[in-house]
C-alpha cells in the first residue's frame, strides 16, 4: 500500500472488501481512509465494478435499514474519481478467463476482469485467492 501511497500508480482498481472494511470498521481502516482521500484529491483515480455496490448494499437491505441504503448509494456513486464498471459482456468474457485460469470464485473474476478491462496498475484486495493471479495485486 507504501507504494500506491507515494504516488506510484495512477489508477487503482479496489475489491469489495476494502469498501466493506472502511464503511464496518477494521483494523485496516486508516490504510483505506487514506486510500480515498488520494482518490477524492485526484492523486490517483479508482474503479471497481458495479457487483462492489450489491455487496455493499446487502447488509444494510438485510437490516431494512432504507436510509443507510439510500446514503451509501448516493455516497459511493458520487465519489470523485471513483468509477463503477458495469458487467457487460466483455467483462463477462473476461472473468470466464479468469475463472478458468485462476479458478476464482465468479464475482472475484469479474473484479479481476474489470481491472484488467480498465487498466487498472493494481487491483487492492485483502482476499489471499488473489495470490495466483497474474496481475499486480496489493494486500491490506
Keep these: 500500500m507504501e507504494r500506491v501511497m507515494n504516488g506510484d500508480y495512477n489508477k487503482v482498481a479496489i475489491d469489495s472488501n476494502c469498501f466493506i472494511y472502511l464503511i464496518e470498521g477494521s483494523p485496516y ?9 488520494k482518490i477524492e484529491d485526484s492523486s490517483i483515480t479508482a474503479v471497481t465494478s458495479i457487483l462492489t455496490m ?3 448494499l ?13 446514503e451509501y448509494r448516493t455516497t459511493l456513486l458520487n465519489f470523485p474519481n471513483l468509477t463503477f464498471r458495469d458487467i457487460d459482456f466483455n ?3 473476461r ?4 475463472r478458468a485460469d485462476y479458478s476464482l470464485k465468479t464475482p472475484d473474476a469479474i473484479q479481476l476482469a474489470t481491472a ?6 493494481v487491483f487492492i484486495t485483502n482476499d489471499l485467492d488473489f495470490r495466483k493471479v497474474d496481475f499486480s495485486v496489493i494486500f491490506l
Excluded at 58 to 70: F, H, I, Q, S
Excluded at 116 to 121: F, G, K, R
Design 29 to 37: 481502516s486508516n490504510q483505506l481512509t487514506q486510500l480515498f482521500q
Design 54 to 56: 450489491t455487496e455493499i
Design 58 to 70: 446487502t447488509g444494510p437491505y438485510k437490516a431494512r435499514d432504507y436510509k443507510l441504503v439510500e
Design 91 to 93: 467483462i463477462a468474457n
Design 95 to 98: 472473468a470466464s478467463q479468469c
Design 116 to 121: 484488467i478491462l480498465e487498466e487498472a496498475d
